[in-house]
């Protein structure tokens, strides 16, 4: 680091890496950008009115051969890049499952993209694997699992439900897929797996990767409030091998993407013990609040998987990215990737965590660092408070839809998603309902005021408020249940059902 | 936000995130710090005396109950977690395949974190996803490849070889893998994808994920330079066809991770188009030296490829983690992996990327902005004189190498890595002198003073100087040097190969 070097700006004046001092400047302008950012976010639109292109046509077509200055780059933050910005780390952002990039957080990512480690291997970085190994067991307590559950990070959900189900197809010793492969073996049967109706898409895509094969997933039924119904799981696995397949795996989730609902872990976990089938707990959202004893009973049952996934990234205000897989089955993990080339090798191997054996990535920043300033910043406590705050407000959201003639919800509760949709008397078309409902989120988001998305439940198109923002207060909540009101009042005295929005 | 809650302290006190204006002073407190810490590398030590161990059983057992405040955490990474850091980002780091975090790069980051949105959709982030694709077509065109090569970020190399073998397996459509599963056609001869003996070891693990297993890949000879060797790939491939394997994809690599060989592009190429193989080019590494166009031979051929992937986090100074995979067949790739659930549906479809569409990941962190900062900053140019001036100090060290009787160099060196080893008169012996090299590394690393890794060259044990860390300039290869010599007089005084080292 050139220490000594002129900070002139446009450092392609002299080689080596921005000037220490000029770093400082602009670090300190930043930062100020970023508190006033976040101070003032609840006065700045969510959802930008934005149309594709808009950005890319007005950034050069070619790179800058001479470099810049800082002051040009973050001005045009500023002029370009903001007017295009779906803010999620907005109070009012009740899209989708919403990330929190918390303080704390922020620091914590600032601080790890100047480490800049690679934690592969203990020796690359013995800071970077042994925080992750603590802060995981941190976890681990905070949703309380038992001390057989051992934790990995991978970037998220997705990436940790698709080395969990490597890890269950692994556990087919006889068959020894990760040398031979699927076709290796002729005689062996055809795999496969399970999960609800509403389970998340990431299992298909896992499946599809693996080599499983989309057919390979079996989405079993779903009750009246959307979990997987067990007796529809047994007849299916049993009619399974009648046709013989070779079940292997089932995933359960607590809080699907669609309305959080939350399968039936013990009913799950006790088919998976007889049946002899991996168990992989799709928590990645619901995970956070088992943070809270009084929802122990959400969870009951989840002990007895083989492997869980929860996204700190989610709903533990962690910045993205950081999901964790927690595993009993950590050596079947292992088998599924462990593979060591010379240039890897190290004196300390079988005595160390070399956390690259779990997995495809190699390259893995230093995510622990995050999750430990989160963790530590706000408190086991700070944490539940918060969480707690949030499934409050979306039973007070829940209480006012239900008692509102013209709104209705549309599944329970059980977390801090609310599904509902806008119900007039005398509307009795669901086709008229879905476009009535679609307009209506249309009109919220383009106020610019709130960030909401929306699913269908047995084809009728519904709202979710996901109340998971580390900054969202009852203020903002309120917000969204007045402006529904007045969006839906505006919509039916257009009569936009025959619109065509 | 609650820009105007009291700042009071550990913020468990109140619901919300972290005040703005604690956020602010604890922000312009790190970037002081990171300033320091950056402009201090160089007096730093790059590798820590630490034991396996030694932070874990610094930190609490249990997560803390109550909110700590940020002073306390931040006091800890100087007390706790520096001690037990290898700096990555240091002058005088030479190991592995380095990553520099400049200081653009490093700002950007926390802009992205401050952001944290998720560029799944086009509308989850329309500025996340258009810089992404502005970006990454400037890349495409300062490495020279052709307008149909389009790109998309994933985490690592080893997740974009994934993704493009996965692409590759994808492109032999009379199979439908993606539906049916490796498994699901009997008939479908087993399938075979071909690597030199240099290739990565991200491909057998891709290989074993994909559920091809690791006996798919077949490594190809190498000639006495470890570049792959076509006539013994065109072999392999006719072999394994009479064998009745499915040949389908070739993996050949710019800058191999032992020793930076090159693969004969041109002839791979030519064998791929004749017998109809995706051909894969892993530049994870070398491909940032294709800005230079005095490097243009290095890489001809390679806009042959079906699929090429570039590692920005390597070796063009942006932290990590970002890698980029260009493919000229985009509709395969995503035919691999498209799956859109309702709750993903965006009135936009089809007319906006959506690079959720494109792999596993779903949480997709902004990554663009630092990529978009780095290049702004340093220019097209900057980077160029940058990764020049390391391939001439790799040169430099290589001919001092050359010159000296006690040393040798054991590959050439096409890049800006350096494979060299002890070698003293009278020592013939190659276990004693792959025990010599050994504790030649040993004695160099433990200085603190220089961190460099090994490989092994047909049984040699070799040490790998690898040249790419931004801040690394030629009084540190120099050090380097100095400390080599005077290790090996020191080890040599001392009769080491006696000693078990």
């Not at 399968?263 to 995970?287: K, Q, T």
């Not at 969480?387 to 509760?413: K, Y």
Request: proline content about 6%; charged content about 20%; hydrophobic content about 45%.
């Amino acid at each position: 680091m050139q220490a000594t070097a002129s900070d002139k700006e446009g450092s392609a004046a002299s080689l080596g890496d921005m000037p220490a001092e000029e770093f400082r400047r602009y670090g300190h302008q930043l930062v100020d950008w970023v508190a006033d950012f976040l101070g003032n976010l609840d006065t700045t639109p969510v959802f930008p009115a934005v149309s594709p292109g808009e950005l890319r046509g007005q950034l050069p077509l070619a790179p800058p051969l001479t470099g810049e200055t800082m002051s040009t780059i973050l001005a045009d933050v500023d002029r370009l890049v903001m007017p295009a910005m779906a803010h999620w780390n907005h109070p009012r952002s009740f899209a989708y499952f919403n990330s929190s990039g918390s303080g704390p957080g922020i620091l914590g990512e600032l601080l790890s993209a100047a480490f800049n480690v690679n934690s592969m291997l203990w020796q690359s970085c013995p800071a970077a694997t042994e925080l992750e190994q603590v802060t995981l067991d941190w976890v681990r307590q905070m949703v309380g699992l038992p001390a057989e559950f051992w934790g990995v990070i991978y970037d998220g959900g997705s990436s940790s439900t698709m080395h969990a189900l490597a890890a269950a197809r692994e556990q087919i010793v006889e068959a020894d897929i990760r040398e031979f492969g699927l076709a290796g073996r002729p005689e062996l049967p055809r795999l496969r797996l399970y999960t609800s109706e509403h389970g998340h898409s990431s299992i298909d895509k896992a499946a599809a990767t693996l080599g499983l094969g989309l057919q390979s997933v079996r989405r079993v039924a779903v009750d009246e409030t959307y979990r997987l119904k067990p007796h529809a799981l047994l007849e299916a696995i049993r009619e399974d091998r009648r046709a013989g397949f070779w079940p292997f795996c089932v995933v359960a989730t607590v809080g699907t993407t669609s309305c959080t609902s939350v399968d039936p872990l013990p009913d799950v976990a006790d088919i998976c013990a007889r049946e002899r089938l991996w168990l992989h707990v799709d928590a990645a959202h619901g995970g956070a609040a088992a943070i809270l004893p009084e929802q122990a009973a959400l969870f009951a049952g989840w002990e007895q998987a083989d492997s869980i996934v929860i996204n700190p990234h989610k709903w533990m205000f962690v910045p993205l990215d950081l999901s964790v897989l927690f595993t009993r089955r950590r050596d079947v993990l292992r088998r599924a990737f462990n593979l060591t080339p010379e240039y890897l090798k190290t004196a300390q191997e079988g005595s160390v965590e070399n956390y690259m054996d779990y997995g495809i990535p190699l390259g893995r920043r230093f995510r622990a660092l995050k999750l430990w300033f989160v963790l530590r910043y706000f408190g086991v406590n700070g944490l539940a408070d918060r969480i707690r705050e949030h499934l409050r407000l979306a039973q007070q959201f829940a209480q006012q839809v239900d008692a509102h003639p013209a709104f209705e919800r549309l599944a329970p509760v059980p977390l801090s998603t609310v599904c509902f949709r806008a119900h007039p008397p005398g509307f009795d078309d669901e086709a008229d309902l879905n476009e009535l409902n679609s307009a209506l989120l249309q009109a919220m988001n383009r106020t610019g005021q709130v960030f909401l998305s929306h699913t269908k439940l047995n084809e009728r198109f519904v709202l979710r408020l996901v109340i998971s923002q580390i900054r969202t207060q009852e203020t903002q909540v309120q917000e969204v249940w007045q402006l529904a009101q007045a969006a839906l009042r505006s919509l039916l005295a257009n009569d936009v059902t025959g619109s065509g929005c």
